[in-house]
């Protein structure tokens, strides 16, 4: 690794040591983009990646809201507004019982370079709270989401710092959300949050966007190989917003999709996923993966556990960081595993994704694979500062658009430095310069 990598990576180290996800990030963006690094005596000049690596504003606060039984209940609530390089700070809200400081940071230092990647002129941030909405009720669904809007609406804006959802936060959070941000600063401000209802200002296809994107990047993939999903076995791990509409989209390719899982066990269906009856579980009835099983006849349910032991040609981890490991990228390897394409952000662990690169798996970072979803929030960015709104197949079409040239940057970034096929190198090194040039011509700041 060039030295002032190096010594960058070091002060990450002590200066927040335990923060581990986002040493993590760091250490997997910073050892790729190290031959560009080579090239640019000025980045060490201008102390470019302490800058990179330090997040442009950080806000913790308390949210704290009544139960329904009347109890008062605390919270802490995030926003790291990491880097406005080039563009508004963007990027979700995740409400998981798992948030802290080092996981926030380490999504939103993935989303500096995904942002990057898309050519759309955004910023990379992420927030979100330790709450957990598994078992709440709407209503104090509502007043959390309202609670946490008192003290966030100050930061954001659509110039400024523009939110979506991610784990925990979907378009009915978004709608409360918005609610409160409306009523607190009395301006209808649609480009303040994306991932909103049709009905007032959302895009058609956001919902689907992160899902069909992960799947159009492991076709793009396979493309550079002469191959198609048509009639390839995948194997999906989640079921929330990512996988399902993964699901779909591989479905629609011709793939034949057998598991889906939450973080209760998973699923095999051996006749293809039901996709209809995935949605009304998971997005309706707002259930379990269990249920599945016991609604369709012929699958199995296994608990406490992750689908990686299926054989499969694909795989598509779209639940949430480090779910699959060394042991068992081992097992996809032995199993015949062709490509990897994440859906969720840093899904894989480190050795995983050595394990991948060395068996010359296809494999897709998520920071470019899963950039559909923010690529689509910026089309609805778009559409509501023309107050236009895009049919299904317009916007559908600049998402294939968007992946097709994240994925052929990556690709061109990879050959250019001897690496062809190296997406992680190719990802990184291509959002790393668009970051820097910016950051260059910008000054000091
Ligand atoms: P959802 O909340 O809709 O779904 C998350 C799914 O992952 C659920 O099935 C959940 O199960 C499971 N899951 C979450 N945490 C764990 C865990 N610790 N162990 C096992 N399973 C878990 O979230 P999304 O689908 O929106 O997000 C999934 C991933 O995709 C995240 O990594 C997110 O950052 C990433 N992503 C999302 C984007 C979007 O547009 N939504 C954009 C880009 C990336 P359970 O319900 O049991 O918790």
Known sequence: MNPYVEEVYDDVLKRDPNEP??????????????????????????????????????????????????????????????????????GGLRFHKSVNRNIIKFLGFEQIFKNALT????????????FDPH????????RFCQQFMTELYRHIGEQTDVPAGDIGVGGREIGYLFGMYKRLTNR??????????????????????????????????????????????????????????????????????VTVSDSSGWVLDEDGIDVELLKQIKEVERGRIKEYADRKKGVKFFSGSRPWEVPCDIALPCATQNELNDKDAKRLIENGVKAVSEGANMPSTPDAVDMFQEADVLFGPGKAANAGGVATSALEMEQNASRASWSFEKAEGRLTEIMKNIHDDAYATSEEYGRPGDYVLGANITGFERVATAMLEQGIV
């Open 188 to 257: 209808f401000e649609s480009g303040v949050l994306t991932g909103k209802s049709l009905n007032w200002g959302g895009s058609l296809v956001r919902t689907e966007a992160t899902g069909y994107g992960t799947v159009l990047f492991a076709q793009s993939m396979l493309d550079v190989k002469g191959e198609t999903l048509d009639g390839k076995r995948v194997v999906v791990s989640g079921s929330g917003n990512v996988s399902i509409y993964a699901v779909e989209k591989a479905q629609q390719l011709g793939a034949d999709v």
């Open 119 to 130: 050519a759309q002129g955004i910023g990379g941030g992420k927030g979100g709270s330790d």
């Open 21 to 90: 996800e986002f040493h993590q990030a760091v250490h997997e963006v910073l050892e790729s983009i190290s031959l560009a690094v080579d090239k640019h005596p000025e980045y060490q000049e201008t102390r470019l990646l302490e800058r990179l690596v330090e997040p442009e504003r950080q806000i913790i606060f308390r949210v704290p809201w009544v139960d329904d039984n009347g109890e008062v209940q605390v919270n802490r609530g995030y926003r790291v507004e990491f880097n406005s390089a080039l563009g508004p700070y963007k």
């Open 135 to 142: 078992g709440r009720s709407d209503t104090e669904i509502m």
